[in-house]
Structure formats: structure tokens, C-alpha cells
């Protein structure tokens, strides 16, 4: 007798990532009530389930879905406001004066619902965000069905969501005790950067984290001047300044981590935290090249981030992917690093492991929770495909996502994102945010 399951999805090639560098031909996925119950040949399949609904992807490869380990989605309404500009003068002149201008509640929902739409179109069914305004954050995830790590952001400047470090963490923890049981939201603690945040600031982020056992996603060693300030200011390099306040740890997420010394790859692995490599903004804002391979000859887990649409432009883990392995090649002089399996790893369980997720996805586990992505490989430009996995490294991008699931619920289906709101909705309200924000700069 078949065993009735909730989905069946059969696949061309199917990349479980674990274990790493298997690519499984002609199977399928057994989904029920959201998780992953059995993984195994379409033949067999066919056999042992019947499904309530049946997805045939016969010229696909089935993924995990992709998990953006840092960005800040609102942000996706000032894509192009400021290109061109190094890091400081991009905040200091335009970023942080806009957003003190602007940003509120509805601004933060807007952008997200936005941004959110842009990542499940490309296959992410996760991210790590951080951003003013939580409580508006937390409601569009939730109505876009996405799963997100939502940073409660801790900055010494006064927003027009909080006054000080008090106020910042107070009304932060009052929205994770809000959101705390929804099933596809979890939280962070999500202090700016070093340089933003004092002492005090950090030294309370990091007795939250360890009483409420959360995650901390904090800027760090973006660039060469923030290393050449901490020094002149104190005469400790960053990394160093928050091993000193207990923040470095396994629970904490370095963003950028472009310019490091031996001395901080020791700390990074000592602690066994983790980093968000961004190439794409790291390149845009001219930050520099991360040491990737290095990191990963040390141990250090990294995931992958876009960084946000202000300074990228794209939320697209297909080009990171993409970037991340040739700058490491480039950078290396040595082509054999960081392959494809890896840089999908990255993209995947890697992120996982970073936010202390790695139970529940980034691979394709039965157990896991169903949230996977089929890249459609049916076109010209695909063939021959001697490697599947390779073809999604280095000559995908993420319009070839045909189907995404989150929590085996469908987001996007034959290439057609489905939101509550709909596209022409959302160009309406991206409209109404750029007339606001040409208006009020001049």
C-alpha cells in the first residue's frame, strides 16, 4: 500500500549537499506536513507514495534553498541612490542622512515585501537580516512566507525607531517576545559594527545573547580604515575589542570580514564563529577581496550575503556564488580552490550553520524542513551538461529558478512568485518611495 504524503517532487539531478559533492539522477523528495520524509529514486517513488500534489521536473536540479546570510532588505528601495561612493562617504552622505529623512515602519515593510519578493525569485528561501524596525520586518516575512533571521539592530545614533543602546534593545526584545513562536521567524541580536556601537553597547548584547541563546550578526573589518581607526582609537584591532567583551563566540556572525591578519583568523577559529563573505558589495564599495580560502583552510564556516540593494544592487546568491569562487581563484593564483561543491555549500548549509539552523535546512535531509529550489536547465544554454552542480556555479543565474518551497508550501511555481500582493502592487509602492525620496533629497 502507498503511504500518502502532501508532495512528490521528481527531478533530473538532485544535490542534496550532504554529503557534499553527490548529484543524484532521476530522483525524487517526499514532503509531508513541511519536512522532508524520504529521498530515493523516481522508480522507487513512484511505487511507495501517493501524493496529494505531484511536481515532474524532468530538466531540473533540485537544491536546497539558498540562504542570504546578510543583508538588510528595506534597503531595496534605495537601490541606486548612491553608486560609485567608497563606504564612507556612501553612508555618511548619503545612506544615513536618506534614512533619517525616511525610514519608518512603513518604509521598512515596504522594502522588505520588496526585497522579499527578489529573493524568492532567485531560489533564497532564507536570509539574515538586520535593519530599523523589526516589528514591520517580521509581519512582511511572515506574509511573504520566507524564513528570516531578523537582526534587532543596536547602533549608538538615535532613529526614528529608537533613541539609545536602552531603547534599541528594549523595543528589540519586546518584538522578538511578540514573534518569538512563529515557525519561520527567529531572531538575532544585531549590533551595527564596532565603530558604532560602545563598550556598554556590546558588553549587554552579548549577556542577552547568552540568556536567551541568540545569534549576534555584526559588521566587522569591512574595511582598511575601520582597522586604522580602532587602532589609533585604542590600539586593538576590532575582532580583538569583542573577543574582550565576550561577543566572539560560536553564536556570532562576522559580516565583510574582508581585512584580516593572522592574529584574527586565530580568533575567528579559536572561537568558532563564522563569516558572511559578500564579494559583490565588498567589490562595488571598493572594501577589498576576503581571504576565503584561507578562512576555509582554517576551519572558519562562511556563508554567503548580498550585503543590501543599496550596495550591490542585486539580492542574487547565483552571482555571489559565482563571484565568491573566482575572486578566491583570482586572489589565490590558483584555480583549484574553493570549487563548485563548496561555493554551493556556502550558499547553503553554510548559512545554516551560522545562524544555528543547520538542523532544519540547507541541505536536503530527510528530516529537514522542505525548503528547496529547482533551477530549470532545459535551455540551449545549458548543453551540454557534463556536471549539473558545476553548471550552477559558474553558468546559472537565478532566472533559470523555476519552483521554490518554503516549509513545503510553494512560493514560487513555474517561475511566478506567489505573494498576497501582487507585482503591479508592489511597482506602485516602489514608485510611491522614489518620488518620496527624489523629493524630500531635493
Known amino acids: 500500500m502507498s503511504t500518502p504524503v502532501d508532495l512528490l517532487i521528481h527531478s533530473r539531478w538532485l544535490i542534496p549537499v550532504e554529503p557534499e559533492r553527490v548529484v543524484l539522477e532521476h530522483h525524487s523528495v517526499a514532503v509531508n506536513q513541511g519536512a522532508i520524509v524520504d529521498i530515493l529514486p523516481r522508480s522507487d517513488a513512484i511505487r511507495r507514495y501517493q501524493a496529494d500534489e505531484l511536481v515532474d521536473l524532468p530538466t531540473h536540479t533540485l537544491i536546497p534553498g539558498l540562504i542570504n546570510l546578510h543583508t538588510h532588505a528595506p534597503m531595496s528601495l534605495m537601490r541606486g541612490v548612491a553608486d560609485d561612493l567608497p563606504l564612507d562617504r556612501w553612508l555618511n552622505e548619503v545612506i544615513w542622512p536618506a534614512e533619517t529623512r525616511h525610514v519608518s515602519a512603513a518604509f521598512v515593510r515596504d522594502g522588505t ?16 537580516d538586520m535593519y530599523f524596525f523589526p516589528d514591520a520586518a517580521a509581519s512582511a516575512y511572515a506574509d511573504a512566507g520566507m524564513r528570516a533571521v531578523i537582526g534587532l539592530i543596536v547602533i549608538d545614533f538615535p532613529s526614528g525607531w529608537a533613541s539609545d543602546t536602552d531603547d534599541y534593545l528594549g523595543k528589540g526584545l519586546a518584538v522578538y517576545d511578540q514573534w518569538r513562536e512563529h515557525p519561520t521567524l527567529k531572531f538575532a541580536l544585531a549590533p551595527h559594527a564596532p565603530y558604532s556601537v560602545s563598550d556598554h553597547g556590546l558588553e549587554r548584547v552579548a549577556t542577552l545573547a547568552a540568556e536567551l541563546d541568540l545569534p549576534i550578526h555584526i559588521h566587522v573589518h569591512e574595511t582598511a580604515a575601520e582597522i586604522h581607526q580602532a587602532l589609533a582609537a585604542s590600539n586593538t584591532r576590532p575582532l580583538a575589542r569583542l573577543a574582550r567583551l565576550g561577543l566572539l ?23 568558532g564563529a563564522h563569516v558572511a563573505h559578500c564579494p559583490s558589495s565588498n567589490m562595488k564599495l571598493a572594501s577589498g577581496i576576503a581571504p576565503l580560502a584561507t578562512l576555509l583552510e582554517r576551519g572558519i564556516n562562511v556563508g554567503l550575503g548580498t550585503d543590501g540593494a543599496a550596495s550591490n544592487n542585486r539580492l542574487d546568491l547565483f552571482q555571489e556564488m559565482r563571484q565568491a569562487a573566482l575572486l578566491a581563484k583570482v586572489a589565490q593564483q590558483n584555480a583549484a580552490v574553493v570549487p563548485a561543491h563548496q561555493v554551493l555549500g556556502m550558499a547553503t548549509l553554510g548559512g545554516a550553520r551560522a545562524l544555528g539552523l543547520d538542523d532544519k535546512i540547507g541541505s ?79
Open 113 to 128: 515585501l520588496l526585497a522579499a519578493r527578489e529573493m524568492l525569485r532567485g531560489g533564497i528561501t532564507t536570509c539574515n
Open 249 to 271: 563566540g560560536p553564536g556570532l556572525t562576522a559580516v565583510h570580514a574582508v581585512h584580516l591578519d593572522d592574529a584574527d583568523l586565530a580568533r575567528l577559529a579559536h572561537h
Open 364 to 442: 536536503i535531509v530527510p528530516g529537514k524542513r522542505a525548503d528547496l529550489c529547482a533551477v530549470d536547465l532545459s535551455d540551449p544554454l545549458f548543453a551540454p551538461c557534463f556536471d549539473p552542480l558545476s553548471h550552477l556555479v559558474y553558468v546559472c543565474g537565478r532566472e533559470q529558478v523555476s519552483h521554490v518551497w518554503v516549509d513545503g508550501k510553494a512560493r514560487v511555481r513555474d517561475g511566478k512568485v506567489m505573494l498576497q500582493i501582487n507585482d503591479s502592487e508592489l511597482l506602485a509602492i516602489a514608485a510611491l518611495w522614489q518620488t518620496k525620496l527624489v523629493h524630500r533629497a531635493g
